[in-house]
Nanobody, 120 residues
Framework: VQLQASGGGLVQAGGSLRLSCTAP????????MGWFRQTPGKEREFVAS????????FYGDSVKGRFTISRDNAKNTAYLQMDSLRPEDTAVYYC??????????????WGQGTQVTVSS
């Protein structure tokens, strides 16, 4: 595992969490960074991605206006700020690094998942 994700936990609906993902510099500087999430029995869902330059930033429809992805290029770390959390945001969240595709990324590297649980 080359990407290290952290920051998950249990939060009440309406609350906030921030996830972090650290990658080796050679990966972080070469790829767009993104977040996906998955719940049991469902396919992995795209959440957000951001280019090194910050020019290209994409969000999944279900999180637009509530989640914000950012990158600290000096720290080789990507963040996912999650606000106004809902119970349906409960999932295992995965960070990823990959090539940009239309409105998302095609992951080449994955981090380990971090559990986010939102209680009602």
């Amino acid at each position: 595992v080359q990407l290290q994700a952290s920051g998950g936990g249990l939060v009440q609906a309406g609350g906030s969490l921030r996830l972090s993902c650290t990658a080796p510099g050679r990966i972080f500087s070469s790829y767009d960074m993104g977040w996906f999430r998955q719940t049991p029995g469902k396919e992995r869902e795209f959440v957000a991605s951001k280019a090194w330059s910050g020019t290209y930033t994409f969000y999944g429809d279900s999180v637009k206006g509530r989640f914000t992805i950012s990158r600290d290029n000096a720290k080789n770390t990507a963040y996912l700020q999650m606000d106004s959390l809902r119970p349906e945001d409960t999932a295992v969240y995965y960070c990823a690094a990959g090539a940009r595709v239309v409105g998302s990324i095609r992951p080449r590297y994955w981090g380990q998942g971090t559990q986010v649980t939102v209680s009602s």
